[in-house]
């Protein structure tokens, strides 16, 4: 017996795909938040003399 015959009649509408959603929004740069896939780079290196 298939699943769909277990289950039944079902609304599908009311689920959502909360991982393609998350992944989608990191595609389009909204992953938390300006900055969050990477940090701020330093212009000097630590312990490099900028003279």
Same mark, same amino acid.
């Given at each position: @017996? $298939?699943? @769909?015959?277990?289950i039944g009649p079902t609304d599908i509408s %009311?689920?959502? !795909? %909360?991982?393609? $959603?998350? +992944? $989608? =929004? +990191? !595609?389009? *740069? %909204? *992953? *938390? *938040?300006?900055? =969050? =896939?990477? !940090? $701020? +780079?330093? =212009?000097?290196?630590?312990?490099?003399?900028?003279?």
């Amino acid at each position: @017996m $298939e699943l @769909m015959e277990i289950i039944g009649p079902t609304d599908i509408s %009311q689920y959502r !795909d %909360q991982y393609r $959603e998350a +992944v $989608e =929004a +990191v !595609d389009r *740069g %909204q *992953g *938390g *938040g300006p900055g =969050a =896939a990477r !940090d $701020e +780079v330093p =212009a000097v290196p630590r312990g490099v003399s900028s003279t």
